[in-house]
DNA sequence: CGTACGCTTGACTTGGTTCAATCCTGGTGG
DNA sequence: CCACCAGGATTGAACCAAGTCAAGCGTACG
């Protein structure tokens, strides 16, 4: 298949470099790590990077695109349990047994850098600069999660689109595009999975944060008119829920 | 205080270090580790290791006792995201930022091996051994909270407190103690939050499971009678579900 | 001994799901 | 080029699982 590009080396001209996990190395540490990369993957929509039960051989990062983790429960349905974006590292749930516990599958045409354990692992124990990124973004990976479980603990549907439409805007500022307009490269119904939703849920909450003016929706493209709405649902409770707390707070002496 | 003991060089004689970090360690390296378990710290129940925004400067092994790590949302509300038992890894949340994002409380009288972070980097650096077993317990922390977010995502409230029962009996068996009968450490706020509902309902879901017979419970002492019975409430749909599902289908006609 | 707190229980309410119908929109083939 | 179709997305109506509110129980502890 030609959806293997050899591109050993390549890492000091890649833009991205300065987000992905070779951000602190400088010079011949960089160079380095550009021979540590095995090679580009190109991949397809729905292309799966890996599914849960495949051999762990190698952690990648996202060059270019998106991809969603994911997770099937016992009785079948998918839970999506993450997005990725450029820069990003995926994989590390195949560090515990060598053996991937959830799947990863593009939302878009995509390609991916790939750094085989063996080679990767050597550099980590030498770089002192790159040990320290790596551990950094996987523990960045563990407290997005733990943000993720307040999310789906304690906030009700509307907060929880509003927490995930300011998280994208994040992330695709970061990536140097709009803070308040992006396209969404995942379908209401990943959406909804991710958020533990169902998909009418998610419409309605997207109609009514129209309807107010926070945000204007055309498909997939997001438009965030009024940001301070959206992250004040995250701070203040509904209306109606509001006098029922207040009794609480006297009581917190 | 003197809740701190001086305990340099005693993972040889350690009960629990073939379960934590020093697991796969041998001879030379395991007494190097010892050097590198700087006290143990003794804490009460309540106490709190570190709280979120804490400056990191080590990690730690729990080892003995119990704990919970928790966030505290925009709103003040404390969500608990998830428990330690003996030999697990405290603290990756800082590696990211040098910063703590979540606090840790013990759930009762506890002790935990201190492991500052440049001596740990240093012998993570040279030892193959340390390195494959901490990357390994920071994947397993990874996958544990992705299967939590399929829980919070996916699973109705029975289904979660039969999952949380079926993973503390694990828990508790792999460090040697009955698979089927075993204390809780924690209190049903706790539960609740940490599996996303509310106290009562976690209450009534206990009941449930013993009406049926499933299990025997007498405060925070549970005894698993029929783990099937738990174990298929996760695969298949609730009973109860069923039929009314049945009595709309006759009813379309 | 009493009181505070963890826990249980019952009655009621509701946010979000389910079911069903309809509307887009992009791709395909005649 | 248009007709058609499939799958994503939206909308409305009805329902129910879990939350809320309120009351009471039991036991640990000062």
Redesign the pocket.
């Given at each position: 298949m030609s959806s293997i590009t050899q591109l050993k080396g390549s890492c000091e001209q890649c833009a991205l470099s300065c987000f992905c996990l070779a951000r602190d190395l400088l010079g011949s540490e960089r160079t380095r790590f550009a021979s540590v990369v095995k090679r580009r993957r190109l991949l397809e929509p729905q292309d799966k990077l890996f599914i849960a039960g495949d051999r762990f051989y190698a952690l990648y990062i996202l060059h270019s695109g998106s991809a969603k983790s994911y997770l099937i429960s016992e009785n079948g349905e998918q839970q999506v349990t993450g997005f990725y974006m450029p820069g990003e590292l995926i994989g590390i749930d195949g560090l515990s047994d060598h053996t991937h516990a959830y799947g990863v599958e593009m939302l878009e045409t995509s390609s991916v850098c790939e750094l085989p354990m063996p080679e990767l692992d050597r550099m980590i124990a030498t770089s002192w600069a790159l040990r320290q990124r790596f551990l950094s973004l996987i523990s960045h990976a563990v407290i997005e999660e733990q943000q993720m479980l307040l999310t789906l603990g304690k906030?009700?549907?509307?907060?929880?689109l509003a927490q995930f439409l300011l998280n994208m805007a994040k992330r695709h500022a970061h990536l140097g595009g709009s803070a308040v307009e992006f396209n969404?490269s995942?379908?209401?119904?990943?959406?909804?999975s991710y958020?533990?939703?169902?998909?009418?849920?998610?419409?309605?909450?997207?109609?009514r944060f129209?309807e107010e003016g926070s945000i204007e929706?055309?498909?997939?493209w997001i438009h965030l008119i009024n940001k301070n709405m959206l992250q004040h649902r995250l701070i203040h409770v509904?209306e109606?829920?509001k006098?029922?707390?207040k009794?609480q707070a006297i009581s917190t002496d």
């Open positions: 906030l009700n549907a509307e907060q929880r969404l995942m379908s209401r119904y990943d959406i909804a958020l533990g939703l169902v998909v009418e849920t998610v419409s309605r909450m997207i109609r129209q929706v055309n498909r997939r509904s109606r829920k006098h029922t707390q009794k």
